[in-house]
């Protein structure tokens, strides 16, 4: 597309430039009436008709049920328009555009009613069977392992401090005042 557009510009530079023009000749040379008529002509040659009323009425209701193909063709003629100036738009022109650019369909589509609350029962459902799962996960568990006691964590901090592991900033350090491994309550028995 990119490619297309600046072909098309060259081309139409080329055809109303001589080859030889340079921007300072072009810039001493005096305008002539005739070379501003010819100037106005060539842009309005490129503006694009306008678009029939009826083709606008009631675009709101209309759009959504269009086939896509009726759907870009409405806009590329609505793209052209606007290339040209804005204020010979017409009023049907105007809100067609903006209605097709920032309206309420596709994507910015309001959620049809009912969806939060679809949306929430589903969450609280998979939030109740997770629930589920863990109560039946804990009431089937074996015991806890001998090492998930406060007596066997003690005894650990004791291995690491004889070991002397960790003497910057650990439990082997001086003035260490952190619980080290214990994190189990007392073993009940």
Not at 115 to 138: D, M, N, P, Q
Request: glycine share 6%; net charge positive; charged share 20%.
């Amino acid at each position: 597309m990119l490619r297309s557009s600046v072909l098309r510009a060259s081309s139409s530079t080329s055809s109303i430039l001589p080859p030889s023009a340079t921007r300072q000749t072009l810039l001493t040379q005096k305008s002539s009436p005739t070379t501003c008529i010819t100037a106005r002509l060539s842009q309005q040659s490129r503006q694009a008709h306008a678009i029939s009323n009826p083709t606008l009425a009631q675009i709101e209701k209309r759009w959504e049920a269009m086939p896509p193909q009726e759907q870009a063709e409405l806009w590329m003629q609505l793209r052209d328009r606007m290339k040209a100036d804005w204020h010979e738009l017409t009023m049907n022109e105007k809100k067609a555009a903006y209605w097709i650019a920032f309206g309420p369909h596709g994507p910015r589509a309001m959620p049809p009613p009912g969806e939060g609350w679809k949306i929430f029962s589903i969450t609280a459902i998979g939030v109740g069977v997770a629930l589920v799962i863990e109560i039946i996960g804990r009431a089937l568990a074996n015991e806890a392992p001998k090492t998930m006691n406060a007596q066997y964590q003690e005894a650990t901090n004791e291995y690491l401090k004889n070991q002397n592991t960790e003497p910057i900033s650990g439990i082997s350090s001086e003035g260490y005042t952190g619980k080290g491994m214990i994190q189990s309550s007392p073993k009940r028995d």
